[in-house]
């Protein structure tokens, strides 16, 4: 089973910026989709994006125009980068890696003036 970290979440303005990255154990990280999730207080897990190993990507709508995911596979990372936030991006954000079906435990993201 690949084990995921996150990080990079926190409280930001309204406007700003955010960078999340997961880190991924185990050596199938590079053939398999990785995808961030996220889940608002007393809703679903919803998809954000997602990125195949050839690096093509898909987001939800909501996000399009503001997110970027990337991943760097001889690292075994991937990121999310988030412009433009706004209050209804508030989220607990999952990095998730679909060979395995694992998930991280998540980081909070916050944005409040």
């Known amino acids: 089973q690949v084990q995921l970290v996150e990080s990079g979440g926190g409280l930001v303005q309204p406007g700003g910026s955010l960078r999340l990255s997961c880190a991924a154990s185990?050596?199938?990280?590079?053939?398999?989709?990785m995808g961030w999730y996220r889940q608002a207080p007393g809703k679903q897990r919803d998809l954000v994006a997602n990125?195949?190993?050839?690096?093509?990507?898909n987001y939800a709508e909501s996000v399009k125009g503001r997110f970027t995911i990337s991943r760097d596979n001889a690292k075994n990372m991937v990121y999310l980068q988030m412009n433009s936030l706004k209050p209804e991006d508030t989220a607990v954000y999952y990095c998730?890696?679909?060979?395995?079906?694992?998930w991280g435990r998540g980081t909070q993201v916050t944005v409040s003036s």
């Open positions: 998730y890696h679909y060979q395995s079906r694992s």
């Open positions: 185990g050596s199938i990280f590079s053939l398999s989709h």
């Open positions: 990125i195949d190993y050839g690096g093509i990507t």
